[in-house]
């Protein structure tokens, strides 16, 4: 079964492992527990063939994104999450794109997909559509807007990732 390596980044608090646990265990919890880091495994089928997906779930939290060099090293493709309640969250976002252009050359053509959270949070909701659109644009990587404790959109997140990882 082939396996690829997914990395998931963004800020901390922004969401990274409600999408992850929602993917692999079809799980959600309201309580927030800072993540070291994680690894989950989930097999996936497209067009009928079956693919391993590894999936490091990785701090947030300022003090450990010394450790992102290292993840974007080893890394087949990249999840980048960012909060739609939390506008700076999405300048992280922009950071880490530009380590990975840097680390993996800016040509390398690197499956990401940029994600933006808490969907649900419609109140609280902080940066718009068309900002995103914008970036993303600019960017020219693909993005959706999620609900892990809905489960809107988080299988589209990681089916895309798997089909640029596998189209490489
Ligand atoms: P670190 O591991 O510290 O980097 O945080 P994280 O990015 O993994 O965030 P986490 O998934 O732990 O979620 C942080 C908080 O936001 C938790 O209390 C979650 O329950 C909540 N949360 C995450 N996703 C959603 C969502 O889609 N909707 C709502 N309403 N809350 C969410
Ligand atoms: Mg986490």
Not at 44 to 50: K, N, P, S, V
Not at 94 to 123: E, S, W, Y
Not at 141 to 151: H, I, R
């Amino acid at each position: 079964v082939p396996r690829f390596n997914a990395v998931v980044l963004g800020a901390g608090g922004v969401g990274k492992s409600a999408l992850t646990v929602r993917f692999v265990k079809n799980s959600f919890t309201e309580s927030y527990n800072p993540t070291i880091e994680e690894t989950y495994r989930r097999d996936i089928f497209l067009d009928g063939e079956r693919f391993t997906m590894e999936i490091l779930d990785t701090a947030g939290a300022e003090q450990f994104t010394a450790l992102n060099e290292g993840y974007i090293k080893a890394g087949h493709g990249f999840v980048l999450v960012f909060s739609l309640t939390y506008e700076s969250s999405l300048r992280e976002i922009d950071d880490i794109r530009q380590q990975i252009a840097r680390i993996k050359g800016p040509d390398a053509n690197v499956p990401i997909v940029v994600v933006g959270t808490k969907l649900d949070l419609v109140h609280e909701r902080e940066v718009t559509r068309d900002k995103i659109r914008q970036l993303v644009n600019e960017w020219s990587l693909p993005f959706y807007e999620t609900s892990a404790k809905q489960n809107w959109h988080v299988t589209d997140v990681f089916q895309d990732l798997l089909m640029q990882m596998r189209d490489r």
